[in-house]
């Protein structure tokens, strides 16, 4: 038995060295040597050790995975997204305590597990599940080397750590494998809860630990001390562990990962900041589903790399030009990309974006992704991209104002496309079946050039073009005809004046009527919430040029009717023009807004003139200032909620 537990803890070591330090100090041929002996004494015996590596070669497959409810609930973590949101997070910790540390590590993308402990014996693993009960792994998990089956601690032990395949590991597989791995996480989730415990070992998954979930004895007192016990008892942690006392170096800490994560050869997608005193987190304590003393910080949205090969320049409704790239095609947030948008040529400079430059893009919530930048080593080889100095479409002088060019020729052939498309958008005129195609070939076939120009279109119109039959055709004038019926919130958004968005064409819509806000001077303007310098002197740039008061003659001919429906005579809060402010505890801002409106008022954001009533909430501030100073009246909550009655 002296020879077995020779081989046992000679194998062991070698392969803690293997496999946890990634420093083998022995062959291949050396520990398959000492293992096949190590085999025969067993057999002969019919004795196996609880920490015998035998047992970590991959069994049959199993016909199920059994429930198992961990000791301590496995918390998922609070994101934030924004430095904003960190720097909250900062300040609610130090509310507890001023002088807590913090931890930052990477925050791996694989399969959390949970492994169990008792009398210093590995007995178990499981996956997170909802944290309170997970699936027993146990068998997939035998087959991983990156942690050991027997350790130095004797109580009863969970520790947690993250599922991974290696990306060199995965593009092997892939090289060797005729049904290749989409990505390394799935690759790593598939293989841990995968019936077959063979297919885990094949796949080559390792286990990265960072965390103890449950000490029976003597509780570790921080974060440090968790991170040192696991590296003393075996288990593979990754090297790079931040402590910070301040929120730049929380700050700092989170730029390195995020720089350094793409030579690394795991798939991470954040950095996992914790409060590093055990103390600290028992006052702070959890939320129904976070602990409030810790944060996973993820980083914006996936990225790749590409190669720029061409740059394009697109043409706005306002006639500023966007420079798009043409790049290679590469698969990024499950959808293959072949070009990228960058903000103006300052952005390209910034960037140092060059034809024929290695570029990293990002793609954000499903949008046409950007280049974040390009790499200087590729600068050699690479050309230069031109400052246009005419419109690529209609050659007119570009004019740069400020940081963008523009191109001044309000009848740009895809400047006044992209206005007509604006204009029958969904929270604009809302013409159903309008597309930027359909526009595209009535701006080339039928001369379409103004709004009004669709309230000329006829079943005629349509004739002779390629997929118009008579079910679309109907379709579309029943859109157009439909169109004429619109808000004020909407009809001023849908044609596109200066910097309108949403949020000002409400604002401005609290005023009434197209002729009260044709009317607003400059002061009346600037003087609403949601519009600067810049959109108010654009309003009334618009209201001023001949060409558009003709159009807005001509919509109104053609049958537009602007529907103030918030101006009803019944309600609770007909003709009332309301803004709230502060924080209600009854409704969220939205949903009082909403209620307004459903009661024949209008919901506006900034407190003006035109103003008639204001909510004030908890915490209300400038707005219940300047109501005051305007003498306009002032309710409370209770008043609110009397009036809905």
């Known amino acids: 038995m002296d020879r077995q537990r020779y081989l046992i803890d000679t194998l062991n070591r070698w392969a803690y060295e293997y496999y946890v330090l990634d420093a083998p100090t022995h062959s291949d041929r050396e520990y398959d040597k000492l293992y096949d002996e190590l085999k025969e004494i067993e057999r002969e015996t019919g004795v196996v050790e609880p920490d015998s590596p035998t047992r970590r070669v991959g069994g049959e497959p199993v016909k199920g995975f059994e429930r198992h409810t961990h000791i301590a609930r496995l918390y998922s973590l609070d994101k934030a997204v924004t430095e904003d949101e960190l720097a909250a997070f900062i300040t609610r910790v130090r509310k507890t305590d001023e002088n807590a540390d913090f931890t930052v590590e990477y925050k791996y993308d694989g399969l959390t597990v949970c492994l169990t402990y008792e009398n210093?014996?590995?007995?178990?693993?499981?996956?997170?599940?909802?944290?309170?009960?997970?699936?027993?792994?146990?068998?997939?998990?035998?087959?991983?080397?990156?942690?050991?089956?027997?350790?130095?601690?004797?109580?009863?032990?969970?520790?947690?750590?993250?599922a991974v395949?290696?990306?060199?590991?995965?593009?092997?597989?892939?090289?060797?494998?005729?049904?290749?791995?989409?990505?390394?996480?799935?690759?790593?989730?598939?293989?841990?809860?995968?019936?077959?415990?063979?297919?885990?070992?094949?796949?080559?998954?390792?286990?990265?630990?960072?965390?103890?979930?449950?000490?029976?004895?003597?509780p570790l007192a921080?974060?440090?001390?968790?991170?040192?016990?696991?590296?003393?008892?075996?288990?593979?942690?990754?090297?790079?562990?931040?402590?910070?006392?301040?929120l730049e170096e929380v700050q700092d800490a989170v730029d390195e990962i995020e720089v350094e994560?793409?030579?690394?050869?795991?798939?991470?997608?954040?950095?996992?900041?914790?409060?590093?005193?055990?103390?600290?987190?028992?006052?702070?304590?959890?939320?129904?589903?976070?602990?409030?003393?810790?944060?996973?910080?993820?980083?914006?949205?996936?990225?790749?790399?590409?190669?720029?090969?061409?740059?394009?320049?697109?043409?706005?409704?306002?006639?500023?030009?966007?420079?798009?790239?043409?790049?290679?095609?590469?698969?990024?947030?499950?959808?293959?990309?072949?070009?990228?948008?960058?903000?103006?040529?300052?952005?390209?400079?910034?960037?140092?974006?060059?034809?024929?430059?290695?570029?990293l893009i990002r793609r954000s919530n499903e949008v046409i992704p950007e280049i974040l930048g390009a790499f200087d080593d590729t600068m050699s080889e690479t050309l230069p991209v031109e400052k246009p100095s005419v419109c690529p479409y209609c050659g007119s002088a570009i004019e740069e104002i400020g940081a963008n060019l523009f191109c001044p020729n309000r009848a740009c052939p895809p400047r006044v496309v992209q206005k007509l498309t604006h204009y029958c958008t969904k929270n604009a005129a809302d013409i159903e079946g309008m597309s930027e195609a359909t526009i595209q070939l009535l701006y080339n076939k039928r001369n379409l050039r103004r709004f009004s120009d669709f309230y000329a279109l006829t079943e005629e119109s349509f004739f002779g073009l390629e997929g118009f039959k008579e079910k679309k055709i109907g379709n579309l004038l029943s859109a157009i005809e439909k169109s004429k019926h619109i808000t004020l919130e909407r009809f001023l958004y849908a044609l596109g004046i200066g910097q309108i968005g949403r949020v000002a064409a409400r604002d401005l819509a609290a005023f009434g009527s197209l002729d009260r806000i044709a009317a607003l001077t400059y002061d009346e303007l600037v003087a609403l919430e949601n519009i600067g310098e810049v959109t108010a002197r654009g309003i009334l740039a618009y209201f001023a040029d001949e060409e558009n008061r003709e159009e807005l003659a001509r919509l109104m001919a053609a049958g537009i009717e602007i529907q103030n429906v918030q101006r009803t005579a019944e309600g609770a809060f007909a003709g009332q023009t309301v803004v709230l402010t502060g924080s209600l505890t009854t409704y969220s801002r939205t949903e009082a807004q909403k209620l307004i409106e459903a009661r024949g008022g209008i919901a506006a954001s900034s407190v003006t003139n035109a103003t008639t009533l204001v909510i004030a909430g908890e915490k209300?501030?400038?707005?219940?200032?300047?109501?005051?100073?305007?003498?306009?009246?002032?309710?409370?909550?209770?008043?609110?909620?009397k009036m809905l009655e």
């Open 120 to 162: 210093g014996a590995f007995v178990r693993a499981s996956t997170r599940g909802n944290g309170i009960e997970g699936e027993d792994v146990t068998a997939q998990v035998l087959t991983i080397r990156s942690f050991p089956l027997k350790i130095g601690y004797k109580g009863t032990l969970e520790v947690r750590g993250e």
């Open 165 to 218: 395949i290696r990306l060199s590991v995965l593009e092997k597989y892939n090289r060797e494998h005729e049904d290749a791995l989409k990505n390394a996480r799935n690759a790593a989730a598939g293989a841990v809860r995968n019936l077959d415990p063979k297919m885990t070992a094949e796949r080559g998954v390792e286990i990265l630990f960072y965390d103890i979930n449950y000490m029976s004895e003597a």
């Open 222 to 246: 921080s974060q440090v001390g968790a991170m040192e016990f696991l590296k003393r008892e075996g288990f593979k942690t990754y090297p790079f562990f931040k402590v910070c006392k301040t």
């Open 261 to 359: 994560r793409r030579k690394i050869d795991y798939l991470t997608d954040g950095a996992v900041i914790k409060v590093n005193e055990a103390a600290v987190r028992e006052e702070m304590g959890y939320t129904d589903k976070f602990p409030r003393w810790a944060m996973a910080y993820k980083f914006e949205a996936e990225e790749a790399e590409t190669v720029v090969r061409e740059i394009l320049w697109q043409i706005g409704r306002t006639g500023k030009l966007t420079p798009l790239a043409k790049v290679d095609p590469v698969e990024l947030a499950g959808a293959t990309v072949r070009r990228a948008t960058l903000n103006n040529f300052g952005d390209i400079t910034r960037k140092h974006v060059r034809v024929g430059a290695k570029v």
């Open 620 to 641: 209300a501030g400038s707005k219940l200032a300047k109501a005051q100073k305007l003498g306009i009246p002032i309710l409370g909550e209770e008043e609110f909620l």
